[in-house]
């Protein structure tokens, strides 16, 4: 079972990243998926979550409006889609699967 997350980076306020998380060794589409994030210092936070079938979603208030969850089950990934940047946002994403796996985690940091 393994989770790989890409697409961080470093970025502007009010700019945009997308991240990826591709999965492989379970059957992804049984399996409702997540994005977290854990800043320096904090606990790590749930920031979206998206249903088996991707027809459900669901975000942390701090994120609503700005982030979009998405994925694809032909290709076994998830993605999560970051708008409206905001410095507090900085933190590393890890994706995880109800199934109980984690990926490594990728780092975001939002700073002028």
């Known amino acids: 079972v393994q989770l790989v997350e890409s697409g961080g980076g470093m970025v502007q306020p009010g700019g945009s990243l997308r991240l990826s998380c591709a999965a492989s060794?379970?059957?992804?589409?049984?399996?409702?998926m997540r994005w977290y994030r854990q800043a320096p210092g904090k606990e790590r936070e749930l920031v979206a979550t998206?249903?088996?079938?991707?027809?459900?979603?669901a975000y942390a208030d701090s994120v609503k409006g700005r982030f979009t969850i998405s994925r694809d089950n032909a290709k076994n990934t998830v993605d999560l889609q970051m708008n409206s940047l905001k410095p507090e946002d900085t933190a590393v994403y890890y994706c995880?699967?109800?199934?109980?796996?984690w990926g490594q985690g990728t780092q975001v940091t939002v700073s002028s």
């Open positions: 060794g379970f059957t992804f589409s049984m399996y409702g």
């Open positions: 998206i249903s088996s079938a991707g027809r459900s979603t």
């Open positions: 995880n699967s109800a199934s109980g796996a």
